[in-house]
């Protein structure tokens, strides 16, 4: 089993920046990819960024430019940077990693951006 636990969430005006990181443990070995998605209250969930095992990242279109994922090996952590942030950037972020056994997920970090 993979155990994800996510921090950096808050509270943050509207332009300011926040650091969102995730920890993975356990079978970590058979991870493909990490990414983060987040779910506004009375939304679905949607995909925000992904990162592969060779590096390689997507970005959803509301999020580019603004957002940089990125990844430490040999700490097994992914990071979602997070500048010029907007009110319709509140949300729980999770964090997720997909393996050929199944998806893990962590526990989510409330983000709150206020205008």
């Known amino acids: 089993q993979v155990r994800m636990v996510e921090s950096g969430g808050g509270l943050v005006q509207a332009g300011g920046s926040l650091r969102l990181s995730c920890a993975a443990s356990?079978?970590?070995?058979?991870?493909?990819?990490m990414g983060w998605y987040r779910q506004a209250p009375g939304k679905q969930r949607e995909l925000v960024a992904t990162?592969?095992?060779?590096?390689?990242?997507m970005y959803a279109d509301s999020v580019k430019g603004r957002f940089t994922i990125s990844k430490n090996n040999a700490l097994n952590v992914v990071f979602l940077q997070m500048n010029s942030l907007k009110p319709e950037d509140t949300a729980v972020y999770y964090c997720?990693?997909?393996?050929?056994?199944?998806?893990?997920w962590g526990q989510g970090t409330q983000v709150t951006v206020s205008s």
């Open positions: 356990g079978s970590i070995f058979s991870i493909n990819t």
């Open positions: 997720y990693a997909r393996r050929p056994q199944g998806d893990a």
């Open positions: 990162i592969t095992r060779g590096g390689s990242t």
